[in-house]
């Protein structure tokens, strides 16, 4: 086996699968920024949830908005629903894990703020409770999915946004998931900031 080629072939497929998808995700995630910059311009939050690598990626997201990004500014409010070990576990043994999430939009979300739901294969029970949830609340929703976006698409309304990665690969999935948030916080910042939220 030829392990450094093997290595390469990630990068390059990597690299290959954002080209691709730049044309069909940046005017998803335009609208996406405009989405949260005006959640936050208006009082409102982002909330963040997923499984796995998701609930990882919903967490480095909210950490980006509370701390910040590239450039100094104000912290933003933003909240990651994957990291109360005690809400979480109290729900999924009280109830059903299908429902941690969701309880936590119902507690904690209003008309003014976005969620933004994360699941590769847009088919996590989890996730759809949440969105669901979400829409209960009047609280917009960014799904950020892979594939062929799953159960996801059926339960978006007008004025919500979708974002998916149109790759079969989980990792390739996640890779892009991760620059899609950055380009939603470098985003999000330029729109804010104005020209000092330009990119370096």
């Known amino acids: 086996m030829d392990l450094v080629r093997r290595i390469t072939q990630h990068f390059e497929d990597s690299a290959q699968t954002k080209l691709d998808a730049a044309p069909l995700l940046a005017g998803p995630i335009a609208a996406a920024v405009a989405m949260m910059a005006a959640s936050l311009l208006g009082g409102g939050k982002i909330m963040a949830c997923g499984n796995g690598g998701s609930a990882a990626d919903a967490q480095h997201f909210a950490a980006e908005l509370i701390n910040r990004f590239e450039i100094e500014r104000p912290p933003l409010a933003a909240i990651a629903l994957t990291t109360d070990t005690s809400t979480l576990t109290s729900i999924a043994n009280d109830y059903r894990y299908e429902d941690v999430f969701a309880k936590q939009v119902r507690a904690l979300g209003n008309a003014r703020d976005v969620l933004l739901a994360i699941?590769?294969?847009?088919?996590?029970?989890?996730?759809?409770?949440?969105?669901?949830?979400?829409?209960?609340?009047?609280?917009?929703?960014?799904?950020?999915?892979?594939?062929?976006?799953?159960?996801?698409?059926?339960?978006?309304?007008?004025?919500?946004?979708?974002?998916?990665?149109?790759?079969?690969?989980?990792?390739?999935?996640?890779?892009?998931?991760?620059?899609?948030?950055?380009?939603?916080?470098?985003?999000?910042?330029?729109?804010?900031?104005?020209?000092?939220?330009?990119?370096?």
């Open 119 to 200: 699941s590769t294969s847009g088919n996590s029970s989890s996730v759809l409770e949440a969105i669901a949830a979400a829409r209960e609340q009047q609280v917009g929703v960014v799904a950020l999915t892979g594939r062929e976006g799953g159960r996801v698409p059926a339960l978006l309304r007008d004025g919500d946004v979708h974002i998916c990665v149109a790759a079969q690969r989980t990792a390739r999935i996640q890779e892009v998931h991760l620059l899609v948030l950055h380009c939603l916080c470098d985003g999000i910042d330029s729109l804010l900031l104005g020209s000092q939220g330009e990119p370096p």
